[in-house]
């Protein structure tokens, strides 16, 4: 099964940017659609944003429409999300996964471990 490992968390101000990495162990990475989720503490884990396996095709929580990107590289075994324009409620841990292309948390075989996100006012 395929291993994922997030990066690129941290403490950021409102307005900010942050770009989070997801490293996958495996060449097949290509055959996955590959998802990021979050977590607030307290909160369901909720879906944040998905790719399919070439990228062609990608689709975004309407919370995050606009400022958050997904995006591949599977020539790295890499997914990415771009986030800017940062919002306190962006604080979550961020999970990447990979699965089958959706919004269903039921969809995604393999997560990785997660990363912190904090957005301060």
């Known amino acids: 099964q395929v291993q994922l490992v997030e990066s690129g968390g941290g403490f950021v101000q409102a307005g900010d940017s942050l770009r989070l990495s997801c490293a996958a162990s495996e060449r097949t990475f290509s055959n996955y659609a590959m998802g990021w989720f979050r977590q607030a503490p307290g909160k369901e884990r909720e879906f944040v944003a998905a790719?399919?396996?070439?990228?062609?095709?990608?689709y975004y929580a309407d919370s995050v429409k606009g400022r958050f990107t997904i995006s591949r590289d599977n020539a790295k075994n890499t997914v990415y999300l771009q986030m800017n324009s940062l919002k306190p409620e962006d604080t979550a841990v961020y999970y990447c996964?990979?699965?089958?292309?959706?919004?269903?948390?039921?969809?995604?075989?393999?997560w990785g471990q997660g990363t912190q996100v904090t957005v301060s006012s």
């Open positions: 790719i399919t396996w070439s990228g062609a095709r990608t």
């Open positions: 996964a990979a699965g089958r292309y959706g919004m269903d948390r039921g969809a995604y075989s393999a």
